[in-house]
């Protein structure tokens, strides 16, 4: 990834590759990682509307769509900056959808309460009072529970999706019983758990949760991911993750 061109005078986004993708991303919030890659590989195929929660530029949708997605994507930020880069990069890859400004600690009204086959979430990590704030209020929103917190996450995703659809998110391993209590505290059954490491034998620094409403109460844990062999270099699987939805 590397930026291309800013935009605005004081440079407040800048144009970034992500293989054949060019998305437009603030320059001090929250900038898109391999996160978005793994978390668009796990999400299951869905045949009809997605929701982002917390969409930030919007590369997810992007990524769902070079897998075969046709949406249409809603896309909802709080952050009127990143959701203005989300409608551009919209309108840049021909995405069809709608991009909302929305605090998602307050039902949504929009998209329609049931109308979504996938919701998808790389949301906030951090629980406020826990760890140093970033200085800019965007990254810290993006990064700590502030404008989302983790017991909002749960009856959003719920309220937008019908019997048997899908929720698919990234989650921190150490707080995997909060997900899961709030998953099936929503009816939200969580259905499949792959944990990321970064090498083999190193602990597990991200969790990937597919949960489906109203499903039967079974969940399948797949092998590990593995981030990284020799030096720095990508395995196999993730190499094959980004030729897929990045191009070569």
């Keep these: 990834m590397g930026a291309e061109q800013a935009r605005g005078g004081a440079a407040a986004t800048s144009l970034d590759r992500l293989g054949r993708h060019l998305l437009e991303q603030p320059v001090s919030g929250y900038r898109f990682s391999i996160d978005s890659v793994l978390l668009a590989a796990f999400a299951p195929a869905a045949a009809g509307p997605v929701a982002d929660l917390g969409a930030g530029c919007g590369v997810l949708c992007l990524l769902l769509a070079a897998r075969g997605l046709a949406g249409p ?6 952050d009127p900056l990143a959701a203005a880069c989300c409608e551009r ?7 069809a959808g709608r991009v909302l400004v929305h605090d998602l600690s307050q039902p949504t009204g929009q998209p329609a309460p049931g109308s979504c086959a996938l919701v998808i979430a790389n949301p906030p990590f ?7 704030l970033p200085p800019q209020p965007s990254r810290a929103r993006a990064r700590h529970e502030l404008a989302l917190p983790a017991a909002a996450l749960w ?19 150490a707080r995997l019983p909060q997900a899961l209590a709030g998953l099936e ?3 939200l059954a969580p259905k499949r758990l792959r944990l990321v490491h970064g090498r083999e034998r ?10 489906v409403k109203d499903g039967r109460p079974q969940l399948r844990v797949e092998p590990p991911l ?7 270099r990508h395995t196999a699987e993730v190499e094959a993750m980004y ?3 990045c191009g070569p």
């Design 73 to 78: 994507f809603w896309a909802l930020e709080i």
């Design 89 to 95: 990069n919209f309108t840049r890859a021909g995405l």
């Design 126 to 132: 951090g629980r406020p009072g826990h760890g140093r």
């Design 155 to 173: 009856p959003r995703a719920a309220e937008l999706l019908p019997a048997r659809g899908r929720l698919a998110l990234c989650w921190p391993p």
């Design 185 to 187: 505290a929503h009816r």
């Design 202 to 211: 190193a602990a597990a620094k991200l969790a990937l949760i597919e949960a």
């Design 226 to 232: 593995i981030l990284y062999g020799q030096g720095q």
């Design 243 to 245: 030729r897929e939805l």
